[in-house]
């Protein structure tokens, strides 16, 4: 009986420190862009919310799309819920 208990307590603990990930989108004005090895980070300003925007040649293949400051866009993707703001893994860009 301990062990079952020990063994729920354990799959709860993980649940709970596990970060929120899931299929995302986010429409908003680009604020800042930071370049990276084989893409950059587009800071977009959603509705006072902070998304920093992955985009990368690699998740994006054909589709990549190279975004400006002050661009208004939406992106799709992997959302990680980092706590004090939401990253995005990009996969899909409309603008």
């Known amino acids: 009986m301990s062990r079952i208990i020990l063994l729920l307590s354990t ?3 993980a649940v709970a420190c596990s970060t929120n990930k899931g299929s995302f989108s986010a429409a ?3 604020e800042s ?3 990276g090895k084989d893409g950059y980070t587009a ?3 959603s509705g006072g919310k902070k998304i920093a925007a992955v985009i990368s040649r690699v998740n994006m293949g054909e589709n990549y799309v190279k975004l ?3 661009e208004t866009a939406k992106v ?3 959302k990680i819920d980092l706590g ?3 990253s995005v893994k ?3 860009i409309k603008h």
């Open 43 to 45: 800071y977009i300003n």
């Open 90 to 92: 990009v996969t899909k």
């Open 28 to 30: 908003g004005v680009v």
């Open 11 to 13: 799959i709860l603990l």
């Open 84 to 86: 004090d703001h939401i």
């Open 76 to 78: 799709y993707g992997e």
């Open 33 to 35: 862009i930071e370049q």
């Open 68 to 70: 400006e400051v002050g």
